[in-house]
Structures are given as structure tokens and as C-alpha cells.
């Protein structure tokens, strides 16, 4: 089992660009979710799939930020337009169900500058 | 930029000694914990979890205690390596919701 991969490892963009961050759950989880994580703040949740649908999106910051599940193995996380202030590493994590331990990828470094 | 961060505690151990990381948990209705360990440029690694049934669970050099009655989760390593140094993080599943609360963490340094 691969784990839960997530591309790329780093991204450095310009401020004002567009930013999507991929992820791939492990197969067989239905559930997946989204952290963010910054020295000033910890972990983050930002939102919540379950059997791709968005259940709880209340962590995502602002409009800027927004998530998609298209299908059980593929979730993206887009930031448009991004700002320093986005600068962190992001993580997507997966679990079989709730009440079982879920798994992280080695998550997204983004920076912008 | 950001001038304040989180402050983290941190655990300096011996190598070969035996480390006790501490978690205090914050909901009553929690039935589910699990120890996370991240090091350095990773993700957090699943190590060991336990539910709220039990009170105590023993993996590989690792064990897992519960105190219910004061809210409490503690990690026991036995025989601190070098590969053990890095973040522990506790993190509490409340039944009948999707989400895990994480702890602040814990910095573990082991000490040559």
C-alpha cells in the first residue's frame, strides 16, 4: 500500500497566482480530509469528505480557498487567488471510516512569495 | 511575518531510557485517541491508538495509557532510540462526529 500521496511536495508561487494541491486517499478510504498546518496555529482542519462529498467545509478559510472530490481516489485543494499568508505545509489525510485512525501524506509545502 | 509561534513543549531523554509523553484531552464524550509521530519534513505517522473501553495498550516498544476520570492519555517508549526523536501528537475522536481534535504536541529529543 502506497499510502496517502499528495504532489507536489513543494510549491513556490507568486503571490496573486492560483495554487492546487493534489491528493490521492488510500484505496478503500471513504472519508478524506484536509489540514493545514503553520507554526502560529498547529494542525487545521479545513474540510471533510465523506464518500466524496463535502460534509464540513467550516475550516476553510475564506473564498480563496476551495475543495473538490471528483471521484473516491482524487481530491484537490485550490487557493485562487493565494497570499503570503497562505504560506504553510498542507496535508491530506484518509480513513476507512469514523472512529478509525486516519492516515496523513507527506504533505504540500507552499510557499508564497 | 509570523514572530510567535506555538510553544512546544519538550521532552529531553537519554538514549535507552524510557520516555513518558503526556496529553491532556479535552472532551468527556471522546471515545477514540490516537499517537501521531512527525518528524522533520514528514507527515504525521500513525503509532498507536486506543478506545475509551480500555485503559491501557502495548505495541512495539510503545504502550498507550487512558485516565478517563481526569482526561488523560500518556505514551510510554521503551528504550528511547534516536529514530524516536521528533513531534508527538495526541489526537481525540468524538463519537457520533468526523472530526479528530489534535493536540499542540510534543517535541521528543533523545539524547545521545
Known amino acids: 500500500d502506497a499510502g496517502v500521496i499528495q504532489s507536489p511536495r513543494h510549491e513556490v508561487t507568486e503571490m496573486g497566482q492560483e495554487v492546487t494541491l493534489r491528493c490521492k486517499p488510500i484505496?478503500?478510504?471513504?472519508?478524506l480530509f484536509w489540514y493545514r498546518q503553520t507554526m502560529m496555529r498547529g494542525l487545521e482542519l479545513l474540510i471533510y469528505?465523506?464518500?466524496?462529498?463535502?460534509?464540513?467545509d467550516s475550516g476553510m478559510p475564506e473564498d480563496r480557498f476551495s475543495a473538490k472530490m471528483p471521484n473516491a481516489s482524487f481530491s484537490t485543494l485550490k487557493i485562487q487567488p493565494s497570499e503570503p499568508r497562505d504560506s504553510a505545509v498542507y496535508f491530506c489525510?484518509?480513513?476507512?471510516?469514523?472512529?478509525?485512525?486516519?492516515?496523513f501524506g507527506q504533505g504540500t509545502r507552499l510557499t508564497v512569495v | 511575518g509570523e514572530s510567535v509561534g506555538l510553544h512546544l513543549p519538550t521532552l529531553s531523554v537519554q538514549e535507552g531510557d524510557n520516555s513518558i509523553i503526556n496529553c491532556a484531552y479535552s472532551n468527556s464524550a471522546s471515545d477514540y485517541f490516537i499517537w501521531y509521530k512527525q518528524e522533520s519534513g514528514k507527515g504525521p505517522q500513525f503509532i498507536i491508538d486506543i478506545r475509551s473501553n480500555m485503559d491501557k495498550r502495548q505495541g512495539q516498544r510503545v504502550t498507550v495509557l487512558l485516565n478517563k476520570t481526569v482526561k488523560h492519555l500518556s505514551l510510554q517508549i521503551a528504550a528511547t532510540q534516536p529514530g524516536d526523536s521528533a513531534v508527538y501528537f495526541c489526537a481525540e475522536w468524538v463519537s457520533g462526529t468526523y472530526k479528530y481534535i489534535f493536540g499542540t504536541g510534543t517535541r521528543l529529543k533523545v539524547l545521545a
Open positions: 484505496s478503500g478510504h471513504n472519508s
Open positions: 489525510a484518509s480513513t476507512p471510516g469514523t472512529g478509525l485512525s486516519a492516515f
Open positions: 469528505f465523506n464518500n466524496n462529498v463535502p460534509i464540513d
